[in-house]
């Protein structure tokens, strides 16, 4: 296993498009989280699952934004009507809640840059 | 409100020099304060985690140190090399279970230079 991995790496949309992120877990791992990262900032968070199961959203997640782990496995991120914003870096994390402490791995994340 | 302070925000030395960052937090009650480094364009990567029972833990020439009495905790860097050159985040958490409850402070720039 290689960790967990993010596509698309980078991603540049039209505002009012819309855009699907995906992440794959470690596997095994039944924690995933979604964060987002402006420039200068650290991580926000912005939602996460439990197996199938999305526990947490952040006020930040708009409307527009909608998460889902169908399977208890990847996740999507879907961004609809993108707003110039939406602009930033968007990381996924999974974990695991018996061994290994529920210590968070990050992934590469997807760049996203809004015109 | 619950903040974690990073200091400073960014930071220039010498290849082969030390450096201490610092962090404050006002996160209460308090579960564990993490340090990651995070390359440019790259996700996080942990470098230390600490409970408020633990002082101080060392991870190669990183070594982070907790008071949890002065909410202080921060990250000493021995022999600086070139990829060292990242920002470093504290992060605390709070006890409830709650991924919301994970705190990030916006980072140190870290900038060594040959």
């Known amino acids: 296993d290689t960790g967990v991995s993010q596509n698309p790496r980078h991603k540049i949309t039209k505002r009012g498009q819309n855009v699907t992120f995906r992440c794959d877990p470690i596997?095994?791992?039944?924690?995933l989280y979604w964060y987002r990262q402006t420039l200068g900032q650290g991580p926000e968070f912005l939602t996460y699952f439990q197996n199938e199961a999305q526990l947490e959203k952040s006020r930040l997640l708009s409307d527009r934004f909608s998460a889902e782990r169908p399977k208890g496995s990847f996740s999507t991120l879907e961004i609809q009507r993108t707003e110039q914003g939406d602009s930033a870096m968007y990381l996924c994390?999974?974990?695991?809640?018996?061994?290994?402490?529920?210590?968070?791995?990050f992934g590469p994340g997807t760049r996203l840059t809004v015109t | 409100k619950n903040q974690v302070e990073q200091s400073p925000q960014s930071l220039i030395i010498l290849e082969g020099k030390n450096c201490t960052l610092q962090c404050n937090y006002t996160v209460s009650p308090f579960s564990n304060l993490r340090w990651y480094k995070q390359d440019t364009g790259r996700g996080p990567v942990s470098l230390t985690i600490?409970?408020?029972?633990?002082n101080t833990k060392s991870n190669g020439r990183y070594t982070a140190t907790l008071d949890a009495d002065t909410k202080q905790s921060s990250l000493h860097i021995t022999a600086s090399q070139l990829s060292d050159s990242a920002s470093y985040i504290c992060v605390v958490s709070a006890p409830g279970g709650s991924q919301g409850n994970l705190i990030f402070g916006k980072g140190t720039k870290l900038s060594v230079k040959p």
């Open positions: 596997s095994e791992h039944n924690r």
């Open positions: 994390a999974s974990s695991h809640t018996g061994t290994g402490g529920d210590e968070q791995y």
């Open positions: 600490m409970t408020f029972s633990e």
